[in-house]
Nanobody, 124 residues
Framework: QVQLVESGGGLVQAGGSLRLSCAAS??????MGWFRQAPGKEREFVAA????????YYADSVKGRFTISRDNAKNTMYLQMNSLKPEDTAVYYC???????????????????WGQGTQVTVSS
């Protein structure tokens, strides 16, 4: 049974940092990603990484501030978030894509498994 478990969310002041973790179990994946959903908004792509090659892909809104990484030995993915802004406030979800693709997807519907989400709140 596939499980994705996020951790590391919390409350931080603007300009601060947080590190999210996503522990995966149950099978291997082609890629894993982070998405977020703010109140009243649609879920949006944040960043993703190919599990084998380590290639990464970021939303423009987080480039230069967020870094996605993975530890294959631990089956864990991370999102280091620096220079946080109030507009980064959202529930952050870890997701896994089992399909082989050319490139890394940023589309929510192409991810097969999802974690339960972790709240990130950035105060101004």
């Amino acid at each position: 049974q596939v499980q994705l478990v996020e951790s590391g969310g919390g409350l931080v002041q603007a300009g601060g940092s947080l590190r999210l973790s996503c522990a995966a179990s149950g099978r291997t994946f082609n890629a894993m990603g982070w998405f977020r959903q703010a109140p009243g908004k649609e879920r949006e792509f944040v960043a993703a990484t190919s599990w084998n090659s380590g290639r990464t892909y970021y939303a423009d809104s987080v480039k230069g501030r967020f870094t996605i990484s993975r530890d294959n030995a631990k089956n864990t993915m991370y999102l280091q978030m620096n220079s946080l802004k109030p507009e980064d406030t959202a529930v952050y979800y870890c997701a896994a894509d089992t399909h082989k693709r050319i490139g890394i997807s940023g589309r929510t519907y192409e991810y097969d498994y999802w974690g339960q989400g972790t709240q990130v709140t950035v105060s101004s």
